[in-house]
């Protein structure tokens, strides 16, 4: 006998829930997430999965946690490619529209916000075309801006900041690495 099975969402931590989403209505694309402060964690994954206004994910409490180790009184989380997929495989072909509308998203913000680093946490692209597609873009865009990019801990054998998930990864929190871009 087969048994339905309810898959409970994690929730965001108390007065940790997002006040900045783009856009606003749930869709095929997320372009930002976050809580803003005044200086804020701001993170840059890989794609979009399934946190939303109401219910968080691992990614993002994991986010949140960080940034209260950090000392930040915020997160923002940003992703190479705006396309929601739980798994990174499920990504369709790349859509030069979407990337470019989550460039111009994440630009807008970072000046708005006088951001001047990024934490790189995006793990390898799988081979997945729009990923490394808007990786390519997105980092050619934060160099023009004069935005560095850091992580903790080590790369990936492809050169990557390790996901924010990899368990088996020992982050240490007082060593920024930057990245060459």
Not at 116 to 135: C, N, S
Not at 168 to 174: L, P, Q
């Amino acid at each position: 006998m087969k048994t339905n099975v309810t898959k409970i969402s994690p929730k965001y931590p108390l007065g940790e829930e997002p006040d900045y989403i783009d856009p606003l209505e749930y869709n095929d694309c997320r372009f930002g997430l976050g809580r803003i402060g005044a200086s804020p964690l701001v993170v840059i994954c890989m794609n979009p999965s399934a946190a939303r206004e109401e219910s968080s994910d691992h990614t993002i409490n994991t986010i949140i946690s960080m940034s209260k180790t950090l000392g930040n009184n915020g997160w923002v989380v940003f992703n190479l490619y705006p396309e929601r997929a739980t798994e990174a495989c499920e990504i369709e072909n790349f859509n030069e529209e979407w990337s470019a509308q989550n460039i111009k998203v994440i630009k807008e913000f970072l000046i708005a916000n006088h951001i001047t680093e990024v934490f790189g946490a995006w793990g390898d692209d799988k081979k997945v075309e729009a990923l490394i597609k808007g990786r390519t873009a997105l980092l050619s865009t934060l160099k023009e801006m004069g935005v560095k990019v850091y992580h903790f801990g080590t790369l990936t054998k492809s050169g990557n900041p390790r996901h924010i998930l990899q368990r088996h990864e020992k982050r240490d929190f007082t060593n920024k690495i930057y990245l060459e871009i």
